[in-house]
Each structure stands twice: as C-alpha cells, then as structure tokens.
C-alpha cells in the first residue's frame, strides 16, 4: 500500500493561507520520489512554516525560532543516507536564522531549504519580516516599514547555495517539480516560495502575486545549471541569476535560478579526509560489543600523549 | 612526606615557547621516573603577554601547587617583574644577564594596573625602578638570582639561526641541571618533543650540552636527583581528558564554536578523529570515526549537537560561559524534548567576557538554571583528570539512558593542568545505551506507559515520529491540553528521580581523609587534590579534618551531605568564585548553612601555601571568611 504522506492532524493555518499550497506540493513531491518515508526528515523553525512537520507524515521536528538549519545540519551529517528538509519562515530563516541561513551556503551539507515567504511575522500578529520591501505599510504596521529588504534569492547566492529557486505557493505543480528537483541535488537548496498571507499581508496578495509571477523556464534559452568549473560558465550563470534575482517590482521570476552541480557537498568533503565517514558514519556506527565493553583502544589512539 | 618537592615557574613572552620547556621539565623529569604536575596561566593575547607555568615535582605524585618557588626561570624581563611575590628562602631566579639593564618603563607588555603595584613595592624598598631593583628585593626575601649569558651559552654551540630560537631549550635544560635531573631524561625529552625532526633535534641537543655544561662549570647544580624506575606513563591534561573519555564512551558526533578554554577539547578530537581500536572486540562491528564540526556559533552547536543525537549518535559540545549562555535555548529544548546530549562546559572568569583564559568556578548555579522552564538535566563536576576521563564516559552513559541534557562541568585550572595518569581502563565504565523501540515502527516518542519515566526513544532513519518544542502528546504533536501538560511534566521529572535512584551516592558526593574527623572541609572542581594535600598538611599538625568532595549537583545527593555536615562540627566550603556557590547548593537542598568560606575569584589557580593559612586561621576561630589572592 503506498504510503499516506499526510497526518490526520487538523490542520490550523488561517483559510486562504498560502502555506495549503505547500504542503500539497511537499507531499505530492515526497510521493513522486519515490522516497523510503523513513528516510526523510522534515525539521522546521517557528511560525506557522513551523507547523508543517505535524502535517506530514516523515519524522518531523518543530525546533526553535531560527535554529530548523543547524539541528538539520547535526542530522544530514549524523546520517547522511538521510534525506532533510527545512521548512521555514522568512522572520525565520532570513532574521533570526540568518547566520545559520548563511553558514550553511558554506557548507553545501545537502539541505533542502524552503522558505516561506510573505512579508509579514505572521503568528504574531503581522509585523515586517526581513522580506518586507522599504516604505512598505500592511495593515497591522502603524507606520510604513523603515527597514529595506533582504532579496532571499540573491542572498542565498552570495551565501554560497548551490540551488536556488522560488516557487509560488498558487502554482503547487511548478513548485512540486522544484522541491523534487532540488531533493535529487547534492548539494544544499534554496527554495524562496511567495506564499501571501491572507490575514496580515493585504498589500501582497494571491491576486497581486499571480499578475506578477512568470516562469524562467517558459524561456527555451534560460539554463541555469553549471555542470563543469569552467571560470567562464561559472561567471555567466551567476551574472544571470543575480539578474533575475534582483527583478521585483513589475515582474518576479520563478523557477530555478541557478544550479551549481561541482561543488562537492560536505559529506563528501569529510569523506576526503575520513575514509569510512559515508560507509560508516555517525550513526551507524556501534560503540561497543554486546557486553557493553568500548570497542576503543584508547591507549593507541592517545599513544602521542605517552611518556 | 616527600623527599623531594620542587616547585618551578617558568614564564616567559605568550607565543614564545614557554609550553615547550614546560613540556621539556615535565618529559625529563618523567624520564627519571619523578611525577609532574603543571597548570598554565597565560592572557587573552596571541604574541607577546606575559605566560607562565607553575609546576611540582614529588617523588610521589604532586596533587597541588605552591609558593613560593624552587626555581623561577626567566625568558624575559616581564617574569622577573611579574613574579616579585613569589620568591623566598633559598629560591633561585634564573634569567638571562641582558635582562639586568632592563627598565620597568620599558615593559609595555605589562598590564598597567600590574605595573603599578611592582613600581609601588620597588619605591617602599627604596629599590630603582628596573631588574637590579626586582633581583634586590628578591635576594631580601631570601631569593638567589642565578644570571646566565643566554646568547653566548647557545652561539658557543649552535651557529644556525638566531640564537633566541634556543632560549626555551636553554631555559629548561638550565632548570633540569640545577636540579640535578640527568642529561640523558633531558635530552630524551627533547627527542620526544622535537619528533623526527631531524634538524630539530640536533642544535637543541647541542643547545643541552652546552647548558649543562656551563651549570657545572660555575657551580649552581643544587644536587643529584638520581633516578626513579620509570614506567610509562601518559602526561594529559583536563581537556585531552575530557576528549579521551567521550572518544571511549561513544562519542562519534562533536560540535564547538572556538572559545579559550573549551575548544582545545574539540581540536584534540579533530587531532584523534582516526579511532584506533581494540581488533578482537571490534572486527564485525560497523566502526568509523568522530566527526567533528566547527559551527558559525554555539546556538548552532548545541542544536547541531541534538541533531545528531536524534540519529541515535552519541553527541556532545564543548564550550565555555559566554557560549553556554547563548546555548540556553538549546537546552531548554533537550530538555522538553528528551534528548540525550552533552555540554561540557569549562568555566572560566566571568561575568561577560570577564577573564577569558583565567580560572573560576561561577558557572554552577547557572548550569543549574540554564534554559527558560523546568526541566530535568544533569549537572555533575570532575575534580581531577582521571574524573574527567571516567566522568566524560558517564556523562554520555546518562545522557542515553535519562534522555535528557547532561552538562559536565570542568575549570579552567583543570583543563589547564597536566597530569601524570599511569593508565586507562576502559572497562571501569561499561557504556549504557538507551531503551530503544522496535526497528521500523511508528512510535509514541513521549510514551506515558512507563514507570521510571523513560519511554523508548527512537531514532530518525529507523522511526517515524515528530518532535516539537511546544508541549507535546505521546506522539509529539503540539497539545495544550491541561492533562496532557500535566502527565508529560511529571513524566519528564520522574526521570530525575529514576537517575536519584540508580547513580550510585558515591558519584555524587565522596569523604576523603579521616571520616570521623569532625573538621568538614567542602570543595568541587580542581580543588579536589589540593585540598586532599591540604588533609595531609593538618594531620602532621595534629588537626584532624575530612573532605566533602561534591560530584554532582543535580541530582543532588541530599541526604547524604546533610548528614555528613550534621554531624561536623566545623565546615569550611573552598571554592573559586565570590559567592560560595556549591554552598548555596548545599543549602538550598538541606537547609543547612556553611557560615566559613573560603573564597577565591582572581582567575588564578588556588595554592597549597595560601589555603593552608586561611583554613587555619578559620579553624582557629580568627576569621569566618577568608579571600586568596595569590598568583601573577
């Protein structure tokens, strides 16, 4: 019987949320994996993105505000025959998540990052997040919001991602080729998705969004993939997709903006130096025999402390 | 008593090799069969500042350190300068005779508030505000400065390089020759030091004939050691401990963010990360190595380090108190979410940035209260580092039976120290694993079918379970059902009292010395040995006392120490903080007070000279409160 990949929880986001549409992308995508549903973990922050784990039936955990990243990380690295999605806010991931947001652009662990992207703290009832663009006043906000924005898409380029995409929460059938595109890359992904919140975000709604949005794809020529480490073809794909990137006001790009396939991930990189680190690693390692008896010789391992 | 108890400082620039003729004294004397005992104290600075490290010699093995000083050895003028205090009778100052023209202007790398002190007791004497004044005051105190042409002692032998490159060969072996330690433990020391270094080895050699030599030709040899049979031994710090113990316990997954005196830990298991193991018990089983991941901050480590452990990997941090603070929420979540992880957390001087590379013993009550609301951890404490070893090893034993945050607390002087160990034995501690579900099934995570408190864990790539830091239901989806939150609280918290039951009282608290004595001396931490020096030093003047030794703090041994501080009629607590914060422990779970403190909050580590004089002076009745305040 094929496996239900939906939970029998009640699901409490707001009616008209932007984060339905997710959910049935993320499902549908896990279910055309084809994925072992043991073998995937989703980790989420806090918000209503962090609610998402409950909903989906793979193990799941809701951890703290900013922090979905490093906990995913300790896991893919723990056990890298894991597949580990994030789903995450933009207060989340890109305000008190950044650093984390950023470091994992360095070390490319294998992550899939979805980012759940409307302007707005949503949960606590609508104030800007990182994403909210300058000047910009939704109804909760008593005066126009004095912060600039942070671009998600080009940052997580800057950062050092591998794959970087953005979806559009009303467009579940793109957005579920690019979350399956970006379970099958090595490295770690990006996924900027405009999910407008129909409660706090009155400024950019589904019908503002859907006027704006069109699909990189649509052109035969757009290509984003980068396949060898040719200086050449590394500098044209990023030109490329900071170009479109930084489009915004009058129309906003989605699709896949760029993906790098040459950077080795981390695990491999620490295979580099540790051998058996993918045959073997972490957590499937045993400790000791059946008695309880370390398997360690620790007067060999530490024979360069011996006088 | 010991025939032989030397006591050496030698100090010199930061970054100008004073680790490697510590490390040459400690090797050499080894060689002749003498243990060592060494602590380092240095500043927050990369080049330059002055660093010091204060070694005993016994010919049984040395547990504390005092003042003042055999031998204090000189690569500087700064040392001369900063160790005016801690010469006496019969020391002697051994220093390069360039030094003598140096002014006490001229030492810009001394912090200034130091600089006035030694200004201020040169002016009282009298003395002129440079070297000669220092030497003056010293020979008053009874000291003997020994001034030896460092330059010419070196070009003598070696022409290749600048001769200070020898300095701290010549130091040390200057040191090893006065006090009648062979050539032949020396030179081995050096061989060790230097590896197969080839063009290394040969100049120093040379650089120890040369010292030897000249030692002998002009007299100051105080004696012959002789030698000792001498077995192998390991020579380990508290932090090389702490990552022995947890590479022998399981550990396989590490994170740290770099921070003095905490990730020397991690780098030593990046050093070790290639296990060696034991062949026959091993050959079928699925073996690796650790991992070990330098994160963008400690949040990221703590919660990296749950990550892993959820994978069922043995995982631990390492940190110190400005990262343990950030790592509060972290815990916080171990703790709500039953997740066997390690914090080893090294004190150092605080609040804030405090004193980054100095010891203190302030951390305890706030490892006890780390993370917003209740939850069940453990908090335990080693003493020396053999307990860092073993301690290490239980620690992640704890973490995975309790499922819960184990927080193992080690000081700055501990970390610091380096100890003669004679071996280690695994088996001492066998590893606990934790209560694991059937393979394959999906499970209730937060189970209230149990007793103990303990609900099989399972583990992501075998389980299909959710987890979340909100209150949960047995599954471990979000409830705010007052039942629920009720039934999943006391669950956790029966944990504790399952630990309470199964740790043995005597890994949580221990008697050492004359049980019946009625003289109760209570420390923790790196005090440990000393005061157990400290037993010793009142029983030959006919004063009967014991030690209160306290390993854990949560859960706390209760009953135990109550009826222990029942029946004394004298406690004194000895701690390095301001506010005797084992004490407060002590009282907060028996009611009991301890009125005597001893206290010790300068960073610098507790000697056997200044704690003898202040616990007699309150066993006396002449004082109820006693500060320490030695140490440059």
């Known amino acids: 019987m094929a496996h239900n990949f939906r939970t029998d929880l009640a699901i409490d986001w707001c009616p008209g949320c932007g984060d339905f549409g997710i959910l049935t992308a993320l499902t549908q995508a896990l279910s055309e994996s084809g994925t072992d549903p043991r073998n995937v973990v989703l980790a989420s922050g806090i918000g209503c993105s962090g609610k998402t784990p409950h909903y989906v039936n793979v193990a799941g955990i809701h951890t703290l505000h900013g922090r979905a990243i490093p906990f995913a990380v300790g896991i893919k690295l723990a056990n890298p025959n894991l597949k580990v999605l994030v789903t995450s806010g933009d207060g989340d991931m890109l305000g008190i998540g950044a650093g984390h947001f950023v470091a994992e652009g360095r070390r490319n662990v294998g992550l899939t990052v979805m980012i759940y992207d409307n302007q707005v703290y949503g949960l606590t009832k609508g104030q800007a997040s990182p994403t909210m663009t300058l000047g910009m006043q939704t109804k909760s906000l008593s005066k126009p919001n004095i912060f600039g924005s942070i671009n998600p898409i080009t940052l997580a380029l800057s950062a050092g991602y591998t794959f970087v995409a953005r979806g559009f929460s009303f467009d579940t059938k793109q957005l579920k080729d690019i979350i399956k595109r970006a379970m099958v890359h090595e490295g770690s992904s990006v996924i900027d998705i405009l999910q407008p919140c129909p409660t706090y975000n009155n400024v950019n709604t589904m019908e503002v969004f859907r006027k704006k949005v069109y699909k990189l794809e649509d052109d035969k020529d757009w290509d984003p993939v980068i396949t060898n480490s040719n200086e050449e073809q590394l500098m044209e794909k990023y030109q490329q997709a900071y170009k479109k990137g930084m489009e915004w006001d009058d129309r906003i790009p989605t699709g896949i903006f760029f993906e790098n396939r040459t950077v080795p991930s981390f695990p491999k990189r620490i295979s580099e130096h540790s051998k058996s680190y993918l045959e073997n690693p972490p957590a499937l390692q045993v400790v000791s025999d059946e008695h309880g008896k370390s398997i360690v010789d620790p007067m060999k391992t530490f024979a360069d402390r011996i006088v | ?632």
């Open chain 2, 1 to 632: 008593m010991s025939k032989i108890d030397i006591s050496i400082v030698i100090g010199g620039p930061q970054g100008g090799g004073i680790d490697t003729s510590s490390n040459m004294i400690t090797r050499a004397f080894s060689y002749s069969g003498f243990p060592v005992i060494s602590v380092r104290e240095f500043h927050s600075n990369i080049k330059g500042r002055h660093s010091y490290v204060h070694l005993r010699v016994k010919d049984e093995k040395p547990k504390s350190f005092r003042y003042p000083v055999d031998v204090l050895v000189a690569l500087d003028p700064d040392t001369i300068f900063e160790h005016f205090e801690d010469i006496g009778k019969g020391s002697k100052i051994i220093y390069d005779t360039e030094f003598e023209t140096s002014d006490l202007s001229q030492a810009r790398m001394i912090m200034r508030d130091t600089a006035q002190r030694i200004k201020n007791e040169l002016e009282s004497k009298k003395q002129p505000l440079n070297i000669k004044g220092v030497l003056n005051l010293m020979k008053e105190n009874g000291g003997i400065p020994i001034g030896i042409p460092f330059s010419k002692v070196v070009t003598s032998v070696v022409s290749e390089g600048p001769a200070t490159r020898y300095f701290n060969t010549l130091g040390a072996s200057v040191t090893l020759s006065i006090l009648g330690v062979d050539k032949d433990s020396t030179k081995s020391a050096i061989k060790d030091i230097f590896g197969n270094k080839e063009k290394v080895i040969e100049p120093n050699l040379k650089v120890v004939d040369s010292s030897y030599d000249y030692c002998e030709t002009n007299g100051f040899k105080i004696r012959d050691l002789g030698k000792m049979p001498a077995k192998k031994v390991m020579l380990l710090t508290g932090n090389d401990g702490a990552a022995i113990g947890k590479i022998i316990g399981g550990l396989r997954f590490q994170t740290y963010y770099p921070i003095t005196p905490a990730s020397d830990e991690s780098t030593i298991l990046e050093e070790h990360d290639s296990i060696k193991w034991l062949e026959e018990e091993s050959q079928n089983l699925k073996r690796g190595g650790v991992t070990v991941i330098q994160t963008e901050d400690e949040i990221s480590a703590i919660t990296m380090a749950c990550g892993a452990a959820l994978t069922g990997t043995r995982s631990s941090t390492a940190t110190s108190g400005p990262g343990f603070s950030l790592m509060a929420e972290g815990i916080s979540f171990a703790g709500m979410d039953e997740i066997p992880v390690v914090i080893t957390m090294y004190q150092r001087g605080g609040p804030s940035t405090g004193l980054p590379t100095r010891n203190q013993q302030s951390d305890l009550l706030f490892a006890l209260n780390t993370g917003h609301g209740e939850f069940p951890r453990i908090v335990m404490s080693s003493g020396d580092v053999e307990e860092c070893i073993y301690d290490s090893i239980k620690a992640l034993n704890y973490a995975q039976r309790y499922q819960l945050p184990v927080i193992h607390l080690i000081d700055k002087t501990l970390a610091n120290t380096t100890e003669v160990v004679d071996s280690i034995d695994p088996d001492l501690v066998p590893i606990i694993g934790r209560v694991s579900p059937e393979k394959g099934s999906e499970i209730k995570r937060y189970s209230l079918n149990t007793e103990n408190g303990i609900s099989a864990m399972g583990t992501f790539g075998n389980n299909i379970f959710w987890m979340t830091g909100d209150e949960h239901d047995e599954l471990g989806h979000v409830t705010e059902d007052s039942m629920m939150r009720d039934r999943q609280m006391e669950k956790r918290f029966r944990k504790i009292e399952t630990a309470r039951k199964e740790i043995p009282v005597s890994e949580m608290a221990q008697i050492i010395g004359d049980e019946k004595a009625d003289i109760t001396l209570v420390t923790w931490g790196s005090q440990k040995s000393l005061v157990i020096d400290i037993l010793d030093d009142l029983s030959r003047e006919g004063i009967r006392a014991k030690l209160l030794y306290l390993r854990m703090f949560q859960p706390f041994p209760s009953e135990f120490v109550s009826e222990v501080l029942k029946k004394s009629r004298k406690v004194i607590s000895i701690e390095s903080n301001m506010t005797s914060q084992a004490a407060t422990v002590i009282r907060t779970n028996t009611g009991i007070e301890i009125k005597n403190n001893i206290v010790k909050y300068n960073g610098r580590h507790m000697t056997e000279d200044e704690l003898l004089s202040a616990v007699k002076k309150i066993i006396e009745g002449k004082s109820e409160r006693e500060v320490l305040r030695n140490g440059a």
